[in-house]
């Protein structure tokens, strides 16, 4: 095998996990193609959150039935390998491999065998030690770089599969964590990004043993760093020193992604999210009694089983309560093997697409609102990109939010990874628009 092909589906620790195993291969000699049909070797970094997550893998499978696909190898990675397992091959006959995220390392071996002609691999195994330690990361970004603090999740949300993809909980050592970001500091990255499905659930496992926020001291304080983002954070384990950590150091970014999934005490605790609207609104408190202004993010789920039309009116309710900067919405997806899957009081399609369109209208509202205020403030952003057909640059503020800007300083790549500071003199739903300051790029 020379070249290999691999494509990433769901959230930030999938896009990093999917960066160690392009560097794992890439050690091996193989190089990575855009296209699948030149690689040697094909995988799918896959995610099993919602079904329609699942099935749009199972599509791209299909597209390498014989006789097309012949002569690659095809690799299943990731949630959907971990939960469906060796299923995959009677499902998908032409796959090869299924391998799940804590087995990663033992990727090349398995590549080795199957090199050797071994038809049908796997990597399934839970309990090994997880991908923490990685030397190999090939990274998307030259400026951004994530670093994974803990895996899995030890909680039982009853509509979701993590915990059964991605198995229990487990807290990478504070040493290991610092070395990596260190390094990375030295390497010229400027921003870093603390992942896991509970990052603030984070408990060092050596004898230092640091909590979440005596990490996030320590990390801001390594030199080099300009902005330091964790996600995501659970409503259940969030305190006041996060907040009162991010008032310290101006390193720390000013946003938390803090989900909620619904404003209705009831649906919560038939979710099993372990607080409820009182206690989550408490915690948005917390952030918006901070001295600096930081801005919150969530996710929210409609339709979850038994949701009234009463329940699904206190999570609009609630949204206008906390104003969100952002968030992500979803219809509930039913995924076999959760406790709420088997719960009568399925809410129908429609009725679920009705509650989603009216939440994204209220979202958007609120939205361009919050934006709408900044209009006028000079804000500083990361710049991460330029779009030549507009002449406009895009950067990211330490809220998170995307900044669309002109720049007569410009020219060519410049600009790229630097910290720029910008007006903004327009305000959109979903980004801002505004002008560089040439005097304090
Ligand atoms: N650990 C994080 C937490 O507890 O907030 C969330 C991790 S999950 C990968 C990301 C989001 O996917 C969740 O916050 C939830 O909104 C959504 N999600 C998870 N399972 C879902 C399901 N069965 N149907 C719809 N959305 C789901
Ligand atoms: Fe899933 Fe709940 Fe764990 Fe988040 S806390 S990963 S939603 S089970």
Known sequence: MRTFYLETFGCQMNEHDSEKVAGLLMAQGLERVEDPWQADLVLYNTCSIREKAERKVFS??????????????LGVLGCVAQREGLRIFERAPQVRLVCGSASYPQLPELLARAEAGERRLSGLDLAVESTFETPLVCRDSPYRAYVTIVEGCDKACAYCVVPSARGGERSRSSASVMAEIRQLAQQGYTEVQLLGQNVN?????????WDFVTLLARVAQVPGLRRVRFVTS??????????????????LAEHVHLPVQSGSSRVLASMQRLYNREEYLQRIEWIRSARRQIAISTDVIVGFPGETEADFQQTLSLLEEVRFDSAFSFKYSRRPLTAAAARDAQIPEEEKSRRLAALLERQRAIQLRRNGELVGTVQEVLVEDYHPATGQWVGRTSQNRVLNFASAAGDGRSLLGRYVQARVTRAGPNSLVGESLPDLV
């Open 201 to 209: 659930c984070y408990r060092d496992p050596s004898p230092a043993g």
């Open 234 to 251: 659970h409503p259940r384990d969030f305190g006041r020193e996060i907040v009162a950590a991010i008032d310290t150091y101006p390193v």
């Open 60 to 73: 791209r499978l299909s597209e390498f039935r014989r006789p097309r696909g012949e002569g690659k190898l």
